[in-house]
């Protein structure tokens, strides 16, 4: 056997060691050079023409410089000018240079602030200079008062980010209707809000969805929130104490021990701006502007005419080259702006293009109704298929028909029958339900009813038990549409799931007035139950098992849905309130939480896990 020395040993470990860095290195080669940690630093203003808080400043032109190359991003969307201007104006980047020319003539004796939002961003990373503000005068005084707060959407609670928000000293409502505001600004993306160098005085505050970008609410469709209360913004100096420690080392029983002792206490005074807690809920006014929206026709069978308020009357038609009178169903949704005509005429729903007059009530100029008339052409959006081959007898149609009945069915929902078309039953035919009681069927008492007047919806009313099995069987030709087909006999099976499947809510109300309404919500905050609050504790019965949410509006005219406001009424939108905390429910049990929804701070108030920016949707 061949022996090494240990000086070979170690020469053969060196060179291996030697050889697995050169291989590491020469596998990362591909990756090119790692670089340092990435840039996070926002550009940084260094100098400026003309200084900050200028005074007696007269031209238009004013220019930034940074620390780093600069880019500016949505412009319009983020930069906001006070006083509001009338022309929209230049802001560019130049390399580091930021240039702001202003296009309108300059007001004497006024307070200019340029809002920059997140328009300023480096060069590399993008990294936003977020709510930067630059101010100047054109007199011998720069204001400086200041006032703050949030702005969120009053049915959700969530935070509305973008919106403008300006202040007026004409206290009057129509300053709203009619001027542009004093002094504006827009929310960040929590909703808050600050409002830069304003002059003494007494102020009425509003947001705005600014559609018609002219700084005053002058359309129906924008959102806007106001309040009573008139702000006389102020300053107060507090003051600060800060302590400066130094250390020093003491020595006792052989151990060195660190004390931190007073070697300086600091006096500061800090300007403190007020108010700076302003809350205004974001709502849009019920629409009473009404006009055609559009009409269109998705099946051959009928046609849909979409209007932007309800009717309180229904349109009238004229056809022109397809049979009407009496040869229509209407169905029209509950607010009653929605109407759909089935046509009954099977040379109606096979006329490829519809011509008919349409009489309706429009809102004109001078907000008033009035009678319009419009010549509507309507093609069917499904085209019909092309034959060209000889008529070969057709198979029989069968009506569709659909339900709900599953193998997984909660015990206390109704069960449904629904269908495409409107329809009709033949009562000499029969609808049979069915328990399942050991291997035999059992008959179940039960009565079906229509829901809505044109027979597309009806239910199975019965009673039926957790844990149990069920059929329900209908004959043929029990239902006919109106244009002649019948349904083919069918049966559907529905197991109930068990009891013990369930969870339940118990809310114990610390306060309530009959007018609450608390709806449970699920993660998407969707409606999954709705109580009207009348008694000190409320039950939430039979739910699935998960993560659930509460929600409460005062329902103050008794309509029992929530309603906006209305700005020419100083109608505020119906208070709403969530509880702070989710629940977590579980089969088989029953929870029980306590309730005062007043307790918590509006803006403290809404899960975090449901708060989003109300205007990402919009």
Not at 40 to 66: A, D, G, Q, V
Not at 325 to 332: A, D, F, G, P
Not at 484 to 492: D, L, M, S, Y
Request: hydrophobic share 35%; proline share 4%.
């Amino acid at each position: 056997m061949k022996r090494y020395s240990l000086k070979s040993v170690f020469v053969l470990l060196t060179m291996a060691f030697a050889a697995y860095i050169i291989a590491i290195a020469c596998a990362n080669r591909g990756a090119g050079p790692q670089g340092g940690p990435k840039d996070i630093t926002p550009p940084h203003p260094i100098k400026s023409t003309p200084n900050l808080n200028t005074l007696n400043y007269k031209k238009n032109r004013i220019e930034i410089i940074f620390d780093e190359i600069i880019q500016v991003e949505k412009a319009f969307d983020n930069v906001i000018i006070s006083p509001p201007q009338k022309q929209m104006p230049v802001v560019k980047a130049l390399g580091k240079k930021l240039i702001v020319e202003l296009k309108d003539t300059l007001i004497e004796n006024t307070t200019y602030t340029i809002f920059f939002g997140d328009a300023i961003v480096d060069n590399n990373e993008k990294n936003p200079l977020s709510n930067y503000t630059f101010s100047f005068s054109t007199g011998d005084v720069i204001d400086s008062l200041k006032m703050s707060g949030t702005i969120i959407d009053a049915s959700s609670l969530n935070p509305v980010a973008g919106i403008l928000v300006g202040i007026h000293r004409d206290l009057a409502d129509s300053a709203f209707r009619s001027k542009p505001f004093d002094r504006i600004t827009k929310t960040d993306k929590k909703g808050n809000f600050t409002i830069n160098n304003i002059k003494e005085g007494k102020y009425r505050i509003y947001a705005l969805g600014d559609i018609g970008s002219n700084y005053k609410f002058d359309l129906p469709n924008e959102q806007i929130a106001f309040i009573d209360t008139t702000f006389i913004p102020t300053v107060e100096i507090k003051q600060k104490i800060d302590t400066i420690f130094r250390d020093s080392i003491v020595a006792q029983n052989g151990i060195n021990d660190t004390l931190q002792i007073i070697d300086t206490i600091i006096n500061r005074s800090t300007q403190m701006f007020f108010p700076d807690s302003i809350i205004l809920k974001v709502f849009t006014e019920e629409t009473t502007i009404q006009y055609l929206v559009k009409s269109e026709r998705k099946d051959m069978q009928n046609f849909t005419l979409y209007f932007n308020a309800p009717n309180e009357q229904l349109p009238t038609i004229e056809a022109i080259n397809f049979p009407f009178e009496n040869q229509v169903l209407i169905q029209h949704n509950e607010r009653r702006d929605t109407i759909t005509y089935w046509l009954k005429d099977t040379m109606a729903w096979n006329t490829d293009t519809l011509k008919l007059k349409l009489t309706y009530l429009k809102t004109d100029s001078t907000q008033n109704l009035v009678n319009q008339t419009d010549t509507l052409s309507l093609r069917s959006l499904k085209k019909k298929p092309k034959n060209n081959k000889p008529q070969q007898k057709s198979r029989q149609q069968f009506l569709s028909v659909s339900t709900n009945g599953n193998s997984n069915f909660n015990f206390f929902d109704n069960i449904e029958i629904n269908f495409d078309v409107p329809t009709t039953l033949d009562k000499t035919k029969q609808i049979l339900l069915e328990q399942k009681v050991d291997t035999l069927w059992k008959k179940q008492t039960s009565n079906l009813e229509k829901i809505d007047s044109l027979g597309l919806k009806y239910i199975l009313k019965t009673t039926l038990k957790p844990s149990e099995t069920y059929r329900f069987t209908v004959d043929s030709a029990y239902f006919s549409d109106i244009y002649g087909h019948v349904n083919n006999k069918f049966t559907a099976n529905i197991s109930c799931k068990d009891k013990d499947s369930y969870a339940s809510l118990t809310l114990e109300m610390g306060l309530f007035t009959g007018k609450e309404i608390v709806e449970l919500l699920d993660k998407s905050e969707k409606v999954v139950r709705r109580v009207h609050v009348n008694t000190e504790k409320i039950k939430f019965e039979n739910l699935d098992a998960g993560t659930y949410y509460a929600r409460l509006f005062v329902d103050l005219n008794g309509n029992s849905k929530w309603d906006t406001g209305k700005f020419s009424e100083n109608l505020q939108p119906e208070p709403v309130y969530y509880y702070p905390y989710n629940f977590q429910l579980r089969q088989m049990w029953d929870s029980e939480e306590y309730w005062d929804y007043k307790e918590f701070h509006i803006l403290e108030q809404k899960p975090k896990e449901l708060k989003k920016d109300e205007n990402q949707n919009k």
